[in-house]
T-cell receptor, first 115, second 114 residues
């Protein structure tokens, strides 16, 4: 069975600074996807970034980038130039690349960006 | 595109009552997913459909829960009878068949059972 662990329940960062959220996972699969979702107070789940396990290059989306370490089963999210609108819960998620299209979510990290 | 639409946004009901949650997926999407989010269990998949057919309902907690998708643009999740432990946020999501890893979530329905 797959598991996703987020060891930081809460974090804070000053506006314009950089923060890194941690995520580790466990799987015996060789092909899979990893995701970071953002859930602001509005409750909407918003996809931030996706990484395919077969790709060695780390995914980036504007101010968001990941550090994917497949051997270590680590998938951290870096947010650069943090903005007040980044305040939200962030969930790391895993999905096998075949079979059931089922996300396995971590427990989330609550990020607060301070003015 | 309007995105995934869910109704109602909030539902408060008494224990024992029937509750129906509704979802309209993004037009053209073939997959539809129902998730539940609670403090204790986090986000968990309840059931998903492909072209209106249920594919995996292993996450449905018990027989009190049922889900249907009568057509490509509408799905319901029904709880009968409801219990206080069903209180949660219920999300619907949809995706294209060849991009099922990219699911678009609705705004969720917050259900409170008293």
């Amino acid at each position: 069975a797959q598991t996703v662990t987020q060891s930081q329940p809460e974090m804070s960062v000053q506006e314009a600074e950089t923060v890194t959220l941690s995520c580790t996972y466990d799987t015996s699969e060789s092909n899979y996807y990893l995701f970071w979702y953002k859930q602001p107070p509005s409750r909407q789940m918003i996809l931030v970034i996706r990484q395919e396990a077969y790709k060695q290059q780390n995914a980036t989306e504007n101010r968001f980038s990941v550090n994917f370490q497949k051997a270590a089963k680590s998938f951290s999210l870096k947010i650069s130039d943090s903005q007040l609108g980044d305040t939200a819960m962030y969930f790391c998620a895993f999905m096998k690349s075949s079979g059931t299209y089922k996300y396995i979510f971590g427990t989330g990290t609550r990020l607060k960006v301070l003015a | 595109d309007a995105g995934v639409i869910q109704s109602p946004r909030h539902e408060v009901t008494e224990m024992g009552q029937e509750v129906t949650l509704r979802c309209k997926p993004i037009s053209g999407h073939d997959y539809l997913f129902w998730y539940r989010q609670t403090m204790m269990r986090g986000l968990e998949l309840l059931i998903y459909f492909n072209n209106n057919v249920p594919i995996d309902d292993s996450g449905m907690p018990e027989d009190r829960f049922s889900a249907k998708m009568p057509n490509a643009s509408f799905s319901t999740l029904k709880i009968q009878p409801s219990e206080p432990r069903d209180s949660a946020v219920y999300f619907c999501a949809s995706s294209l068949v060849n991009r099922a890893y990219e699911q678009y979530f609705g705004p969720g329905t917050r259900l409170t059972v008293t």
